[in-house]
């Protein structure tokens, strides 16, 4: 069997891995003496047939995240009769934007004033949950705002009617770059920041299959685990 049919993983691979994240997810939330039920769990099920995502949501998960706005609409549409809530968490062009306004309950990689723009003209039922992404490393390539930029794309947020600003979002460098603490560390002072500006904002979307504890441990109210539940991503399409 070549690598490209490799089977996804039974309902019973996958159940047994939810319960692992889900209890690995209580441990630190014991050990930071935080409730774990103020945690979010938002499985991420890019490159994953829509399929799984139908078992993920048998399963209980009602929260599932995609990286790519083509991927992300398409299974959004084939799964429409389930009520899952949608959080693109990929870089988003703003030509795109007021697509994936359609589908998406969040979008966590509000990274720039125009993007803001291109959502405030999107029709929408109900605001979408924004995050705004701060680049936690020097490399503008790696996707997030500046920290610099925090507030001034947090007051555009908060001035557009079809986004609700919940906070910030970021990925952690990688190990050898930055430990995943200390960066998380400074995560949470930006969301200090943003709360100063809007107290309700105080929402952070931080943590993955390799440091979601550390997120936990700094705070982080929406983790976003893809391959500790739904194994290892068949390769990009
Ligand atoms: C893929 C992805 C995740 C999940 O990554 P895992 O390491 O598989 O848990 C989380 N956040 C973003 C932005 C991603 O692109």
Redesign the pocket.
């Known amino acids: 069997m070549s690598s490209e049919e490799r089977p996804e993983a039974s309902d019973a691979e996958l159940a047994q891995r939810l319960e692992s994240v889900r209890s690995r997810i209580a441990e630190a939330a014991r050990d930071a003496g935080r409730a774990a039920e103020e945690i979010a769990l938002i499985v ?1 099920t ?1 490159f994953h047939p829509a399929e799984l995502v139908r078992r993920l949501a048998r399963l209980g998960i009602g929260d599932v995240g995609e ?1 790519r706005h083509q991927e992300a609409q398409a299974k959004a549409a084939e799964l429409d009769d389930l009520a899952l809530r949608w959080h693109f ?2 870089q988003l062009q703003t030509k795109k934007a007021r697509q994936a306004a359609q589908y998406a309950h969040a979008i966590h990689s509000i990274d720039r004033e125009r993007l803001v723009d291109a959502l405030a003209t999107a029709e929408v039922a109900d605001p979408i949950d924004a995050f705004v992404q701060i680049n936690l490393t020097e490399d503008p390539a790696r996707g997030g705002a500046a920290p610099g930029e925090l507030e001034r794309i947090a007051e555009r947020v908060l001035a557009t009617r079809t986004l609700r600003l919940r906070g910030v979002m970021a ?1 952690a460098p990688l190990p050898e770059e930055e430990p995943a603490a200390s960066a998380f560390a400074r995560l949470r002072e930006y969301s200090e920041r943003l709360r100063a500006l809007e107290p309700s904002a105080a929402a952070i979307s931080a943590g ?3 440091d979601f504890p550390e997120a936990v441990a700094a705070g982080a109210t929406h983790l ?5 539940i739904t194994g290892n991503r068949p390769p990009a399409g």
């Open positions: 991420i890019k990286n968490v990929g990925v993955m299959t390799h976003r685990i893809g391959s500790a």
